[in-house]
């Protein structure tokens, strides 16, 4: 679209259906890819992804040319695709409904592609779900606890 102009971060957040740990290290890397070829293929650029073992971080400059639903839609069926159709894990793999998504200004790039980027120190401190729930709380976002993803308590 011609003179349109825009900075538009977003910090998308989604999780392994049944919050199974089902993307291992050997295959995270290869996901990672997938997933940025997605995202590149859409037109929109990729600055920071992480996928733990039952759930992906993204952080992505979005064009307003784009809906963020319909991206979170095509990220997760194609990437559901690959995995199964590359038999990267046993059994049929799948990701929960639904997906958080938060806005940042330039100026907390840097900080958001740490926390991304460290997110395995960082779940030796905190849970997925309180981190999700930190989240939207300091966002503001009203939620049902309800409709929040299926949480697996690890004790």
């Not at 590149?40 to 759930?55: A, E, G, V, W, Y």
Request: some cysteine; charged content about 25%.
């Amino acid at each position: 679209m011609a003179n349109t102009y825009s900075q538009i971060y977003t910090h998308i957040v989604f999780a392994v259906k049944g919050r199974q740990n089902l993307i291992n290290p050997n295959i995270r890397e290869e996901l990672h890819k997938y997933i940025t070829g997605i995202i590149t293929n859409r037109d929109q650029k990729l600055l920071s992804i992480f996928c733990m073992p039952d759930h992906t971080h993204l952080l992505i400059g979005l064009k307003p040319s784009i809906n963020i639903s319909d991206l979170v839609r095509d990220i997760k069926a194609g990437s559901s695709k690959f995995i199964n159709d590359k038999k990267l894990i046993k059994g049929k793999f799948s990701w929960q409904e639904g997906f958080g998504v938060f806005s940042y200004s330039r100026s907390q790039i840097d900080t958001v592609i740490k926390y991304i980027q460290n997110q395995e120190k960082h779940h030796h401190k905190k849970s997925f779900k309180e981190e999700y729930i930190d989240f939207l709380e300091k966002f503001a976002v009203e939620y049902d606890e309800k409709y929040l993803f299926e949480w697996i308590d690890v004790s």
